[in-house]
């Protein structure tokens, strides 16, 4: 099992920064991808970053630039850095891992991100 905490979201306007952690516990070591999924009103659960074991960090094209996803294996968590957030970047940010071992995916709780003036 892994557990999964989020932290750090709130209200911010246009053009501001919010950094969002997500600290893992239980069988980390399982743990092959880390990522970070937002899900907007009415719209689908999509990735907007995610750090797979080896490999680059991923991001989508609209976050490409002022997102930035990071790891500290001491701490065993994972931060998604914001810089210049629009108001369509609102909506619930998901920590996400995915365990290699049981081929399951866990979630955190979620954590609202709210970018108007």
């Known amino acids: 099992q892994v557990q999964l905490v989020e932290s750090g979201g709130g209200l911010v306007q246009p053009g501001g920064s919010l950094r969002l952690s997500c600290a893992a516990s239980?069988?980390?070591?399982?743990?092959?991808?880390l990522g970070w999924y937002r899900q907007a009103p009415g719209e689908q659960r999509e990735l907007a970053a995610g750090?797979?074991?080896?490999?680059?960090?991923q991001y989508a094209g609209s976050v490409r630039g002022r997102f930035t996803i990071s790891r500290d294996n001491d701490k065993n968590t994972v931060y998604l850095q914001m810089n210049s957030l629009k108001p369509e970047d609102t909506a619930v940010y998901y920590c996400?891992?995915?365990?290699?071992?049981?081929?399951?995916?866990?979630w955190g709780q979620g954590t609202q991100v709210t970018v108007s003036p």
């Open positions: 750090l797979l074991r080896g490999a680059i960090p």
């Open positions: 239980g069988n980390i070591d399982s743990i092959s991808f």
């Open positions: 996400n891992a995915y365990s290699e071992y049981t081929l399951r995916n866990f």
